[in-house]
């Protein structure tokens, strides 16, 4: 059987590709293994940045939802709860906060349609890139559902609780270049050329100073549990120890010399 996440190298830069564009990438349990056993593939040190996108014109539709009537079918309310509560936990473990975690910069590319646990996916990430093409829709709502894949936590600090409250209950696909006026994504791309300026976004992070993009990644996201007093510890901590890395060394030499800095990720 054709694999349902495919992780590709381009240098430093990992791809990591969903594909089961027959379900518009929606996520089984299965696949939720193995884009969890790719995510822990680019904790690899050669590996800089990361770009998470779907095949065939669909990022992902969430999760397949013809799994949870097959349950209730075949198990009741008991047997659709369990299979709920088991998906939840292997997707919040081993890929919402697997991407947290990474110490390297991990860009969503939205291709197409971010649905459900799809829309919680790319808001795990650090950064979205759009197509033109991309539409947005939380989804849950509309089979009655509470939303999960780290949506009730990263959507209210993205976009505001109010905004966050408003995106559930409509119920309605939010199209890109909404999505880059609430701040979703950073940028729209026009879909024929989408692939080639999303692998030239992700292939930029991948060639910059890592070791201090992976750093201010952990401070920002330990930044919503600290007080001002022990946040600012935490980045005196970082500031001395990024001193001793070659990047910030080679950096300053680069500023001094009025030349571009070479960073390799050291």
């Excluded at 779907?54 to 299979?83: I, K, M, N, W, Y």
């Excluded at 909404?178 to 729209?188: F, H, I, K, N």
Aim: charged share 25%.
């Amino acid at each position: 059987m054709e694999n349902r996440v495919v992780l590709e190298r381009k240098g430093s830069l990992a791809v990591i590709r969903l594909n089961r564009p027959e379900a518009r990438n929606a996520l089984s349990p299965g696949m939720v293994s193995e884009l969890g056993s790719a995510i822990e593939s680019c904790r690899a040190r050669d590996v800089r940045a990361v770009l998470l996108t779907g095949t065939d014109g669909a990022f992902c539709a969430g999760a397949d939802v013809r799994e949870f009537a097959a349950q209730l079918e075949s198990g009741g309310p008991e047997a659709l709860s369990h299979h709920l509560r088991e998906l939840a936990d292997a997707l919040h473990r081993d890929v919402v906060i697997a991407i947290r975690k990474l110490d390297k910069p991990v860009v969503a590319a939205v291709n197409g349609v971010a649905a459900g646990a799809g829309f919680s996916l790319a808001l795990a990430c650090d950064l979205r890139v759009a197509s033109s093409d991309a539409r947005f829709l939380l989804a849950y709502a509309n089979i009655g559902c509470t939303a999960d894949g780290g949506s009730t936590f990263m959507l209210p600090r993205i976009v505001g609780q109010g905004r966050a409250m408003d995106i559930y209950l409509a119920r309605q696909p939010i199209g890109a270049e909404y999505a880059l006026e609430l701040g979703l994504v950073s940028q729209v791309f026009d879909t024929s050329h989408f692939d080639r300026h999303a692998m030239e976004t992700a292939d930029r992070l991948a060639q910059g100073p890592t070791q201090a993009y992976g750093r201010v990644k952990a401070l920002f996201d330990g930044s919503w549990e600290s007080d001002l007093a022990t946040q600012l510890d935490a980045e005196t901590d970082a500031i001395a120890n990024i001193g001793l890395t070659g990047d910030f060394q080679e950096g300053i030499r680069a500023f001094s010399q009025k030349r571009q800095a070479w960073f390799q990720g050291r």
